[in-house]
């Protein structure tokens, strides 16, 4: 560019345009980046959490199909769950003892040693029903239903255990679940039928606690995560150990409890 007596005169315009143009692309690029990223991200968690909660109402069906297999004349039923991630799997079984104890709270709360039953339930081991994705797990056992992520853990169907302080007496029934036929992990995407069936009938025991107490012990790798429920049930306390807990009633009101424990057989299989 030159000036009316002919000299040339310095033009930066074209630069700065550039300049600009350049920074302006590059933080579109940086902000569709960040937005993809952190967008698909949480798009796979909420459909990862939309999959579970699917699972979980499934398995609440299945813990009230395996209910009516306990408290009512029926002997087999059939559930189906839809996996659209992560799989159905095995665990480790949970052992469970309980019964009358003459331990003081000082040895009960000693969860490295066995408790000492003056009567009690044969021992008795129930497998779990498992679904898992990533960290994950939705769990079918002891009649109820557990959700876990990491060490969190939240009980979404209750066992049944009641306790009542004016009869004193302690009720708890259980199905002792076995899985049969294979022990193969099924994964998604998949439909899987899920059948149930009544293997003993109902065994009621009941227990006269006298001068003792109720105390029950589990142990499996879910014991500490059944720990935290039983710890907010009135009436009783929890010590936990190492894949140990022992559930106790805070006195010797309870003079008797009454036990309910039916054998159920489970099969899986890919429905579809």
């Known amino acids: 560019m030159t000036d009316r007596a002919g000299g040339w005169i310095p033009d930066d315009r074209a630069v700065s345009e550039l300049i600009g143009f350049v920074l302006i692309f590059g933080l579109i690029i940086s902000t569709v980046a960040v937005v993809s990223v952190a967008g698909f991200g949480s798009l796979s968690d909420r459909q990862t959490a939309e999959q579970v909660n699917n699972v979980e109402r499934a398995f609440e069906v299945l813990a009230n199909n395996i209910r009516d297999l306990t408290a009512h004349q029926d002997t087999e039923r059939a559930t189906e769950v839809r996996l659209a991630e992560g799989e159905l799997t095995t665990a480790e079984p949970l052992t469970i003892r309980f019964g009358v104890t003459e331990a003081d709270t000082a040895e009960l709360n000693d969860t490295t040693t066995s408790v000492a039953f003056t009567d009690q339930n044969v021992s008795d081991s129930t497998d779990p029903i498992v679904y898992q994705v990533d960290s994950q797990r939705v769990i079918v056992e002891l009649g109820g239903v557990l959700r876990t992520r990491d060490e969190q853990s939240i009980v979404t169907v209750e066992p049944d255990l009641s306790l009542d302080p004016e ?29 149930t069936e009544r293997a003993t009938r109902p065994t009621v025991e009941t227990f006269e606690v006298d001068s003792g107490r109720f105390a029950m012990e589990l142990n499996g790798e879910r014991a500490e995560l059944w720990a935290s429920y039983f710890d907010d049930v009135d009436g009783l306390t929890v010590a936990t150990g190492d894949s140990r807990a022992v559930v106790y009633a805070d006195s010797a009101a309870y003079d008797r409890i009454t036990s309910t424990i039916t054998g159920v057989n489970v099969r899986y299989t890919r429905s579809r």
């Open 167 to 195: 009869s004193g007496t302690i009720r708890f029934s259980y199905p002792s679940t076995v899985l049969r036929g294979s022990s193969e992990s099924i994964g998604a995407p998949t439909t899987v039928r899920i059948e």
